[in-house]
């Protein structure tokens, strides 16, 4: 079995978790954090998400799932221990042309998720397609060591650099040389080191403005480190 690397933008749209255990709030986490409108389907939740319901944060339909409740969801996420269940979830999803996750169940699923570092705007994604998630993680745990908090930080410089030069250099070819030097540059390795003078020097040398003109004085003054995830 082969799958197709994508990232799936879920914002703001409804999105489908059936279950209420551990399983069913990692893949809860992950939805919230990219936006997404989630609806929960259970008829009890563990206090993690039960606290969420509270909150406002999902939608809990207190019972089990009934047909057609995943009627217009972008995606559904299927964690529960009904095998049966299972079977007929996905058929449902197969039917109405809607993406579906069986927690690990591989021939039941038409996606799955991959193991994710995030850094900011950075995500890297490991997938063995369903073979080993323990191996996925292993390989995330490597990962970090290599791309750190400085990471995150460092795109948002080169965010912000883009659309400077998108608004103020006409030259397709001289915006792209600038911001791949940006991109080929030393800045992570600056900011790690807290080197901000180094940074302003390259901005000013290929974009003509430093970091306080580019809307970045609040990266002055505050720690890089950022939030680290993995999810299976």
Same mark, same amino acid.
């Given at each position: 079995?082969?799958?197709?690397?994508?990232?799936?933008?879920?914002?703001?749209?409804?999105?489908?978790?059936?279950?209420?255990?551990?399983?069913?709030?990692?893949?809860?986490?992950?939805?919230?954090?990219?936006?997404?409108?989630?609806?929960?389907?259970?008829?009890? &939740?563990?206090?993690? =998400?039960?606290?969420? !319901? /509270? %909150? *406002?944060? $999902?939608?809990?339909?207190?019972? #089990?799932?009934? @047909?057609?409740?995943?009627?217009?969801?972008?995606?559904?996420?299927?964690?529960?221990?009904?095998?049966? &269940?299972?079977?007929? =979830?996905?058929?449902? !999803? /197969? %039917? *109405?042309? $809607?993406?579906?996750?069986?927690? #690990?169940?591989? @021939?039941?699923?038409?996606?799955?998720?991959?193991?994710?570092?995030?850094?900011?705007?950075?995500?890297?994604?490991?997938?063995?397609?369903?073979?080993?998630?323990?191996?996925?993680?292993?390989?995330?745990?490597?990962?970090?060591?290599?791309?750190?908090?400085?990471?995150?930080?460092?795109?948002?410089?080169?965010?912000?650099?883009?659309?400077?030069?998108?608004?103020?250099?006409?030259?397709?070819?001289?915006?792209?040389?600038?911001?791949?030097?940006?991109?080929?540059?030393?800045?992570?390795?600056?900011?790690?080191?807290?080197?901000?003078?180094?940074?302003?020097?390259?901005?000013?040398?290929?974009?003509?403005?430093?970091?306080?003109?580019?809307?970045?004085?609040?990266?002055?003054?505050?720690?890089?480190?950022?939030?680290?995830?993995?999810?299976?």
């Amino acid at each position: 079995m082969a799958y197709l690397p994508i990232f799936f933008d879920v914002t703001g749209r409804r999105c489908v978790v059936i279950g209420g255990g551990e399983v069913a709030a990692r893949k809860v986490q992950s939805l919230l954090e990219a936006g997404a409108d989630v609806t929960v389907f259970s008829p009890s &939740l563990i206090e993690e =998400l039960a606290e969420q !319901a /509270r %909150a *406002r944060r $999902i939608h809990h339909m207190m019972r #089990d799932y009934e @047909a057609g409740d995943m009627t217009d969801a972008a995606l559904v996420y299927a964690a529960t221990d009904d095998a049966e &269940l299972h079977q007929r =979830l996905h058929a449902e !999803a /197969r %039917a *109405r042309g $809607i993406p579906i996750n069986v927690a #690990d169940v591989p @021939a039941l699923c038409t996606f799955i998720t991959p193991a994710v570092l995030t850094r900011g705007s950075l995500k890297i994604a490991v997938s063995t397609e369903g073979a080993s998630p323990a191996m996925a993680k292993r390989i995330i745990k490597r990962l970090e060591r290599l791309f750190g908090p400085e990471y995150g930080v460092a795109l948002e410089v080169l965010r912000a650099a883009r659309h400077h030069l998108k608004a103020t250099e006409a030259d397709i070819a001289t915006r792209a040389s600038k911001l791949t030097a940006l991109a080929m540059s030393r800045i992570p390795e600056y900011l790690r080191k807290g080197n901000l003078d180094a940074v302003e020097k390259l901005l000013l040398r290929e974009v003509g403005i430093g970091l306080d003109a580019l809307g970045l004085s609040s990266i002055r003054g505050r720690a890089v480190a950022r939030e680290s995830h993995t999810h299976r």
